[in-house]
């Protein structure tokens, strides 16, 4: 084989690597269970509200006994377990014998939500066996809305496994994915006063500019309309004590200074007769 030849065999070999290596480490995520196109708009946003916690795990241990010992392990729309390629999001492992137990797959996943919750449901879990009929496990996690955390606080709330069907395993966690959106906007009062408050401070500043620059003005005069605003506060201060007296205005007053009419006349008689002669 020529040089040539040999060069372009080695960069297609090397192209199927990088691609096949690309495609297995590119995880799956959750698949809406029904055909692609049945996917609501709804259930498309809400899986991608979920995005920012799908680089999480979580685990929880319970102990029932000595009989019944395990370990759930738990993700958001991604495989617990990438390498076993068998789609469990949720998955329980028996600490005693190490046995794993698939509850619930990402590839049959149902989402609904309410006002400060999301419910997760994976379902096509492993079989029950002896217990509701055989049929497929399945595990319903309650997200909770709790502010300012990204997740905490998975547990366990129980696992109902005595009915003949529709049996699941129930969680629970808390996250601000759950959060409905604040609503940030004003009222038009709060529009109003800012508008009224921001003419008032362009109408300060740029008179007292124009007053200073322009005119030519000092001190009180700079202050536009000064004229106009002193005249102002002198009817107002009138008006207030028009209306605020709590006396008639022709009232007379409460006290009565000592004029020239009660002073009366002189008297014309001296006590001459009193001086020494």
């Known amino acids: 084989m020529s040089p040539p030849c040999h060069t372009s065999a080695l960069l297609l070999v090397f192209v199927a690597l990088a691609v096949a290596g690309a495609e297995q480490s590119e995880e799956r995520s959750c698949d ?18 979920l995005e920012p916690l799908s680089h999480m795990r979580f685990n929880v241990t319970v102990g029932k006994g000595k009989t019944e010992n395990y370990i759930y392990h738990f993700r958001v729309c991604r495989e617990v377990n990438s390498t076993s390629h068998d789609f469990g999001g949720l998955v329980q492992t028996d600490k005693q014998s190490g046995k794993t137990t698939v509850i619930g797959r990402i590839n049959e996943t149902q989402v609904f939500n309410g006002s400060d919750w999301i419910m997760l449901i994976y379902k096509g ?5 002896r217990h509701c009929s055989g049929e497929k496990r399945r ?9 300012g955390v990204t997740a905490s606080s998975f547990s366990i709330i129980s696992e109902e496994r005595e ?3 529709e049996c699941f395993y129930l969680f629970e966690m808390d996250s601000s994915v759950a959060c409905p959106a604040e609503n940030s906007h004003l009222s038009v009062g709060s529009i109003l006063l800012i508008t009224f408050v921001s003419l008032i401070a362009v109408y300060i500043v740029g008179g007292f500019l124009y007053q200073r620059l322009v005119v030519g003005a000092k001190g009180m005069e700079q202050i536009p309309h000064f004229a106009f605003w002193q005249d102002l506060g002198n009817l107002v201060a009138d008006g207030c004590d028009f209306v605020c007296r709590s006396k008639p205005r ?10 020239d009419d009660q002073l009366g006349e002189e008297s014309e008689e001296r006590d001459d007769h009193l001086l020494p002669m």
């Open 125 to 129: 879990g492993d079989s029950y066996g």
């Open 250 to 259: 022709n009232a007379p007053a409460a006290y009565r200074g000592v004029g």
């Open 139 to 147: 595990a319903v996690i309650m997200i909770s809305c709790k502010r």
């Open 32 to 49: 809406v269970v029904g055909d692609e196109s049945s996917e609501s708009q709804v259930e498309r946003a809400l899986l991608k509200k």
């Open 163 to 165: 009915k003949e069907q």
